[in-house]
């Protein structure tokens, strides 16, 4: 039975996207892409869509990722359809637990730093939007390591 991920940040246009860029990359390099259905969306619609930021693109790239997600808002559906839903910050997991339909799919709501094996200090995936280089850099050494434990303790499973 195929494992369901659904990444979640505000407008779905840099770290969740990013998260499912990384996920699906380490999930193929592992030869385990049958496994797992990996998707990322919002808790806002506003950049309904979109590509992901090209800044975020280009820092992806950079590092082999290529990030090709359409931005999507997060649907009441996804709560069933997902076996985890993995919010980057607080308001992500507030907003998460609030469309939350019942108290069993709220079980599914994790935060990404949750997973980093490398960066334990982390309690949060900062949105880069309005920073700079170093932002968006940061955030996938982030996404790297959280991906990274991620795909490892389901491994273990």
């Known amino acids: 039975m195929k494992k ?7 407008g779905n246009i840099c770290r969740s996207s990013s998260a499912e860029g990384v996920m699906k990359k380490l999930v ?6 049958k496994d797992f259905v990996i998707d990322s969306a919002g ?3 506003y950049h ?14 950079r590092r082999g990722y290529n990030l090709v997600h359409r931005s999507r808002p997060v649907r009441t559906d996804d709560f ?7 919010g980057m910050d607080d308001r992500n997991i507030d907003d998460l637990k609030d469309r939350a339909p019942s108290p069993e799919t709220c079980e599914k709501i994790h935060r990404m730093t949750e997973y980093c094996t490398r960066f334990t200090h982390a309690d949060h995936v900062p ?5 700079g280089a170093e932002g968006f850099e940061y955030v996938l050494d982030l996404l790297e390591d959280a991906c990274a ?3 490892e303790q389901l491994e273990k499973e």
């Open 4 to 10: 369901r991920i659904l990444f979640v940040c505000l």
């Open 28 to 33: 193929v390099e592992a030869g385990k892409e």
């Open 43 to 45: 808790i806002l619609s």
């Open 48 to 61: 309904e869509g979109e590509l992901p930021d090209s800044r975020m693109r280009a820092h992806a790239a």
């Open 80 to 86: 069933y359809d997902f076996d985890l839903i993995i």
């Open 127 to 131: 949105d880069p939007y309005y920073g």
């Open 149 to 151: 434990g991620l795909l």
